[in-house]
């Protein structure tokens, strides 16, 4: 799962999602048996791509998710862009690209931070499928 | 026509030899990746969206979505071995293990579109004796309509069984507060007919969406005609959204829409 998607899903439990505690997800408990693995994977850079997103990105929530898998380098507040191709925000896309969309989580968990249930990922495809207790 | 949906529930359906079948087959590629860009063709949408891809199995609509405009698109089926395929075919897509019917794991706003190609009629089965399609379709269309980034929109090609089917899914649609209808192709043609939930989520006129040469599913018309003259408002209201309709423009989703005869084509 590409960093992108961790900063858009949210807890599946029905009762979760009307709390605003449903998101993001937390990386900060890892399990011995599915331990934390994280890969680089080349993506075309898309400049237009990134900046059709960047006002839709949860920028307190990706620091804590950075922050979470060990990157304390993301600034505080978001970047701003206005035109995505001026040579001088190139740069700046092409990072938030590697960040965004080149950063795969391949395997770890996830952790809803209201009702705990815990979310895996393996082979870099994260389970969302709920227990029956938690299907509402 | 063969369903799958009526034999076992999806994941079990979809077993790794099934899955790989149904991927390998050059016919299904074929009619997979024809319905998604008909689709994209009636989404017309920008270049370098953010698209939710549900029921994506092995990747076959995903990469239409790839290929067309430069998307990047999120896929979620409930088959381990669908999405295993996937993961072989290297699909740029990022992938989900998740139950439609339990809902859009997704924050408010977060895809400009989605699509949904052959899925959405397993929503419509009771698998479990838990399992209420009703409580089912609520929880999928409320949850895409907040996922949904305003003014978003969704296309689900989808095999309906019956005409009961169509009007619950059309009105578990508008329940959760999308506008649209449906679009039929091929309608003649009994084994070729295709059938095209297009829904918008707010905020959208009628020109975003690409109506040319389709036509929209309607109310039909009352069985006792009345003179013109003698029509009350309301029957006037519904007599001129009709005429909307006729015109291809979408209209807010009417509540009785089939079970019906349906009116000659235009
Ligand atoms: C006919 S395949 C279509 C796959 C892909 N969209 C394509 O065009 O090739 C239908 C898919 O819907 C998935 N599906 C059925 N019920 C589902 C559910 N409740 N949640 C998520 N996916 C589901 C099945 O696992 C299967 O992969
Ligand atoms: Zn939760």
Not at chain 1, 54 to 79: Q, V, Y
Not at chain 2, 150 to 159: D, H, I, L, P, S
Not at chain 2, 213 to 218: A, F, H, T, V
Request: glycine share 6%.
């Amino acid at each position: 799962m590409k960093l992108l998607t961790a900063n858009f899903v949210q807890c599946s439990v029905k009762a979760c999602s009307a709390t605003p505690k449903c998101f993001p997800l937390h990386f900060d408990q890892q399990t011995a048996d599915v331990p934390l693995e994280l890969a680089h994977e080349d993506v075309d850079f898309s400049p237009e791509f990134v900046y059709n997103m960047l006002p839709r990105i949860d920028w307190p929530a990706l620091t804590t998710t950075a922050r979470e898998l060990g990157n304390n380098m993301l600034p505080e507040t978001k970047p701003e862009i206005e035109n995505p191709n001026a040579p001088e925000h190139e740069q700046l896309l092409r990072d938030l690209h590697t960040l965004l969309l080149e950063t795969q989580i391949i395997q770890g968990s996830m952790r809803c931070e209201n009702c705990g249930h815990i979310y895996f990922i393996r082979d870099s495809i994260p389970n969302f499928l709920l227990p029956g207790h938690l299907v509402q | 026509m063969s369903r799958p949906e009526t034999t076992a529930p999806p994941e079990v359906f979809y077993n790794d030899l099934e899955s790989k079948k149904y991927t390998s087959s050059s016919r299904i590629q074929h009619i997979q990746a024809e319905m998604t860009l008909r689709a994209l063709d009636l989404l017309t949408l920008e270049p370098h969206q953010h698209i939710l891809d549900i029921g994506c199995g092995s990747g076959l609509s995903g990469e239409i979505l790839s290929q067309e405009g430069d998307h990047v698109w999120v896929g979620m089926d409930i088959s381990p071995s669908m999405l295993a395929v996937a993961l072989d075919r290297d699909v740029a897509g990022d992938l989900l293990l998740a139950d439609m019917g339990n809902g859009i794991p997704f924050r408010a706003g977060t895809f400009d579109a989605v699509i949904s190609i052959s899925a959405i009629q397993w929503l419509c089965n009771a698998d479990t004796n838990t399992a209420d399609p009703k409580k089912r379709l609520a929880r999928f269309f409320d949850s895409l309509y907040a996922a949904l980034r305003r003014g978003g929109k969704v296309a689900c090609q989808f095999y309906p069984r019956d005409e009961r089917q169509i009007e619950q899914i059309l009105g578990a649609a508008k329940a959760s507060g999308f506008a649209g209808g449906l679009v039929i192709d091929d309608e003649e043609n009994k084994k070729n007919k295709k059938y095209y939930l297009i829904l918008t989520a707010g905020n959208v006129t009628t020109n975003d969406i690409n109506l040319k040469g389709i036509k929209i599913e309607k109310q039909p018309r009352r069985t006792a005609k009345k003179n013109k003259r003698e029509e009350t408002t309301k029957e006037y209201i519904n007599r001129k959204k009709e005429l909307m309709r006729k015109r291809g423009r979408l209209v807010a989703l009417d509540s009785h829409f089939t079970g019906r005869k349906r009116r000659p084509k235009f």
